[in-house]
T-cell receptor, first 109, second 114 residues
Framework: KNEVEQSPQNLTAQEGEFITINCSYS?????LHWLQQHPGGGIVSLFM???GKKKHGRLIATINIQEKHSSLHITASHPRDSAVYIC???????????FGKGTRLHILP | NAGVMQNPRHLVRRRGQEARLRCSPM?????VYWYRQLPEEGLKFMVY????????ESGMPKERFSAEFPKEGPSILRIQQVVRGDSAAYFC????????????FGPGTRLTVT
């Protein structure tokens, strides 16, 4: 079983829909990352969270440390949001980030 | 302020050749991490380096792979005698220090072994 699990694996939605991607992890963490990987392959770091909630534009990330769960939300989704979204856990007292397998999001115009 | 730079972006090597992948961290960053993304798989940690030191190489294959981060110049991931299974995207990330500081990712190098 992966230490970082994401759901759903694939998501197709219409433009404008509210999107939620979930991430559950089983290790104690110092931080949790959300990354975006575009079809060209490059990776962009969206958020790094250790508690609460962060917002950047139409993106919102939340984390519940007690439940070991984080969500990434996209409001008013747009075709350019189509990408793979990766959750990554930065464990306590360890250097190695553990990555989820990613959620492939496809927004239809 | 340029981001993390990797070159080449695409690299094709024949089986048995050597592959050298370069990563220039963001200005002011002294910590570099290398990750590998095999086809249809998630990212996996390979190695964590600070200037002139390998801190953690527990994710590196025991043979043929090596990494360095010299005092001057980029970090290098070197793969000797490449095999088809080495075909993957290799990403590096940099940070100012480990732990709470955010890692910034490079665009990746896509290695294809023919």
């Amino acid at each position: 079983k992966n230490e970082v699990e994401q759901s759903p694996q694939n998501l197709t939605a219409q433009e404008g829909e509210f999107i939620t991607i979930n991430c559950s992890y089983s290790v104690g963490i110092s931080a949790l990352h959300w990354l975006q990987q575009h079809p060209g392959g490059g990776i962009v770091s969206l958020f790094m969270l250790s508690s609460g909630k962060k917002k950047h534009g139409r993106l919102i990330a939340t984390i519940n440390i007690q439940e070991k769960h984080s969500s990434l939300h996209i409001t008013a989704s747009h075709p350019r949001d189509s990408a793979v979204y990766i959750c990554a856990a930065d464990p306590n007292r360890d250097d190695k980030i553990i990555f989820g397998k990613g959620t492939r999001l496809h927004i239809l115009p | 302020n340029a981001g993390v730079m990797q070159n080449p972006r695409h690299l094709v090597r024949r089986r048995g050749q050597e592959a050298r992948l370069r990563c220039s961290p963001m200005k002011g960053h002294s910590h570099v991490y290398w990750y590998r993304q095999l086809p249809e798989e998630g990212l996996k940690f390979m190695v964590y380096l600070q200037k002139e030191n390998i801190i953690d190489e527990s994710g590196m294959p025991k043979e043929r792979f090596s990494a360095e981060f010299p005092k001057e110049g980029p970090s290098i991931l070197r793969i000797q005698q490449v095999v088809r299974g080495d075909s993957a995207a290799y990403f590096c990330a940099s940070s100012t220090r480990q732990g709470q500081n955010e890692q910034y990712f490079g665009p990746g190098t896509r290695l294809t072994v023919t």
